[in-house]
């Protein structure tokens, strides 16, 4: 149990180009996710917390116009990056919380973003 | 705000060697706390977690963990290093009910033949 999808694991897009990535908590609710992005042999910087619902929470300096978050059910949140530029190609990786568990979060398999 | 420091970016050990990856929180409040890896391309598995029961964490793979509140220290050990276990290690505390994790910069394991 417990798991998390990310779709698409991979994408190439063009600069300029807008692209969905999609979280999917498969067998429970997630009241709440989050994205992270990941550089080349960095640590995981959270960009926002999504709560379904709700608008999302950004972290301090990520623009919420260009990361556009919708958690529109307790098991689908997606991640849109707008008019994508090269310096946006990283690892994304999401999570969600258990709203049965209060000690668990549970991440997607991450999806690489390659804007050329 | 909670921060945590990862000793050693890089540990390298040999197979069957004990691995100790440090991790230090900074907190007046002990935390939950979480050890993560991950490995090539892929998203974060849990390890282990304390969550405020016993201090010695057992999780899966063989590693295990000891909360130290006088230490504020969470150092994730196995006895006997695999080669498997070459990954990338994260340690991540959590304040109270918020599910918002702090990511330490992470501790490039690698295990020598």
């Known amino acids: 149990g417990a798991v998390v999808s990310q779709h698409p694991s991979r994408v190439i897009c063009k600069s300029g180009t807008s692209v969905k990535i999609e979280c999917r908590s498969l067998d429970f609710q997630a009241t709440t996710m989050f994205w992270y992005r990941q550089f080349p042999k960095k640590s995981l910087m959270l960009m926002a917390t999504s709560n379904e619902g709700s608008k999302a929470t950004y972290e301090q300096g990520v623009e919420k116009d260009k990361f556009l978050i919708n958690h529109a059910s307790l098991t689908l949140s997606t991640l849109t990056v707008t008019s994508a530029h090269p310096e946006d190609s990283s690892f994304y990786i999401c999570?969600?919380?258990?709203?049965?568990?209060?000690?668990?979060?549970?991440f997607g398999p991450g999806t690489r973003l390659t804007v050329t | 705000a909670q921060s945590v420091t990862q000793l050693g970016s890089h540990v390298s050990v040999s197979e069957g060697a004990l691995v100790l990856l440090r991790c230090n929180y900074s907190s007046s409040v002990p935390p939950y706390l979480f050890w993560y890896v991950q490995y090539p391309n892929q998203g974060l598995q849990l390890l282990l977690k304390?969550?405020?029961?016993?201090?010695l964490v057992k999780g899966i793979n063989g590693f295990e963990a000891e909360f130290k509140k006088s230490e504020t220290s969470f150092h994730l050990t196995k006895p006997s290093a695999h080669m498997s276990d070459a990954a990338e290690y994260f340690c991540a505390p959590r304040r109270g009910s918020n599910y918002k994790l702090t990511f330490g910069k992470g501790t490039l394991l690698t295990v020598n033949p």
């Open positions: 999570s969600a919380g258990d709203t049965g568990d209060p000690y668990e979060q549970y």
């Open positions: 304390y969550t405020s029961a016993a201090t």
